[in-house]
């Protein structure tokens, strides 16, 4: 049966073990709770008559009848959202009771439904108003008041196994371009935009472990739309030295260790470590990333299941906005259960990720799995010409580039990197 999740069942997000009792942690008031269930029950039920005027099959016409009658939404999005966060199966199956099978179904349902929820869909804004609203959100954590940072890029790598030989073909490429050779491990690049809040606003997965963060970056769909002019008065991306300054990508000064550049870099880093913040609570939150995805899952239906990850990151993030304030939304992610954490660490025969780094904002980052395209092996050398004679137009012209009207800004607020950095700075 397919299903579409209501809020109801996302008020689930994670469960608390209490005897042979199931304790679903709610995220929402009981007021809001009711309202919501009174609205799920709508939608569930004009979501089956649909299905059903469609002719497709339904639990309630599959022969036999289910020995132990039906298996409710809310008991399915809570097994999938177990499993996310890096549960065993055969814990889930003796605290639902349920067989390994639904377990699994129950996973590939979810994943499809909450792709399939329009209001889940991520899409960075086109209009000038909510691209200058994510700009606020950083002017307000920069010490600096930079104001035109309407988001920061980085890579993430997505662990798989070693992709077999029909998959390396549907994609058509080799299996060594899956390999990541900085981390020693097969794998997925995953470029993603965040805001201030941690918020993924943009995500692609279209090349293999292999590549570089420039190389997949700019391979992506909204590479070529900031090509096109995407971003409005003035607005530009941080990203690290992994990607090309550009009019619309600023990056840190290379090689660099004093002065005002390095000034420049220090408050850079302030909110471009934002990104890494996002990716520490999509790992963190979603543990099942913390090991190579099941050997048995396809390339295809990772990428699907990365997807819907994010989307469900986002919608937490949403949630706790709404409830709390908006400071740090690490807070929002319960502690892992102990079996949960016993079960990756002996159960992943490729180990797993620690979650040990910790940023200035106390988010826990999964190092383990970041900086994985910061190379530019295959970067074509016509491509590094131009990054070098970008690079000396922008120190004869300083108005040319955003980086370089940055740069201006820093030194006329006669603010430097801090002293303790500057210690600790490599």
């Not at 007021?31 to 469609?54: M, N, P, Q």
């Not at 639990?59 to 999938?80: F, H, M, Q």
């Not at 260790?257 to 470590?273: E, T, V």
Request: net charge neutral; glycine share 8%.
């Amino acid at each position: 049966m397919r299903f579409r999740p209501s809020l109801l069942s996302l008020l689930a997000v994670f469960k608390e073990r209490k005897g042979n009792l199931l304790k679903i942690s709610p995220v929402l008031s009981v007021s809001a709770a009711a309202e919501v269930l009174y609205h799920g029950i709508k939608d569930a039920a004009r979501v089956l008559r649909r299905y059903k005027k469609k002719g497709l099959k339904t639990d309630s016409n599959t022969p036999p009848p289910i020995p132990n009658g039906r298996i409710s939404t809310s008991v399915r999005l809570a097994c999938a959202l177990r499993y996310f966060a890096g549960g065993s199966p055969y814990d889930i199956m003796s605290v639902y009771g349920v067989s390994h099978t639904i377990i699994l179904d129950s996973v590939w349902c979810v994943v499809e439904a909450t792709n399939q929820v329009a209001d889940f869909y991520i899409e960075y804004p086109k209009s000038c108003f909510e691209q200058k609203k994510i700009a606020k959100g950083f002017e307000e954590k920069s010490d600096v008041g930079f104001s035109n940072c309407a988001g920061c890029v980085d890579g993430l790598l997505i662990w798989t196994h070693k992709p077999t030989e029909k998959d390396a073909e549907m994609s058509g490429v080799g299996q060594k371009k899956f390999l990541c050779g900085r981390k020693s491990k097969f794998g997925l690049n995953c470029q993603a935009i965040s805001d201030v809040r941690g918020r993924i606003l943009d995500i692609s997965i279209v090349y293999g472990g292999a590549s570089s963060d420039c190389l997949a970056f700019e391979g992506s769909d909204i590479f070529q739309k900031l090509e096109l002019g995407l971003l409005h008065d003035d607005l530009v991306l941080f990203g690290d030295n992994a990607y090309l300054n550009s009019k619309f990508m600023v990056t840190p000064y290379p090689n660099v260790s004093s002065g005002s550049k390095d000034d420049f870099n220090f408050f850079h880093s302030q909110l471009r470590i934002r990104v890494e913040c996002a990716f520490g609570m999509l790992v963190g939150r979603w543990g099942l990333l913390r090991a190579a995805i099941p050997q048995n899952i396809s390339l295809t239906r990772t990428i699907a299941l990365v997807h819907a990850l994010a989307k469900l990151h986002n919608f937490c993030i949403d949630m706790h906005d709404k409830m709390h304030s908006k400071e740090p939304a690490s807070g929002d992610i319960p502690e892992r259960l102990q079996e949960d954490e016993d079960y990756m660490v002996t159960h992943s025969p490729e180990g797993y990720i620690t979650m040990t780094t910790t940023d200035v904002s106390g988010v826990s980052l999964p190092s383990g799995l970041m900086d994985c395209g910061h190379h530019s092996d295959d970067m074509p050398r016509a491509l590094r010409r131009t990054r070098s004679i970008l690079n000396d137009i922008e120190e004869s012209c300083p108005t040319s580039q955003p980086r370089e009207l940055l740069h201006l800004q820093v030194i006329e607020s006669q603010l430097t990197r801090p002293h303790e950095n500057q210690i600790n700075h490599k």
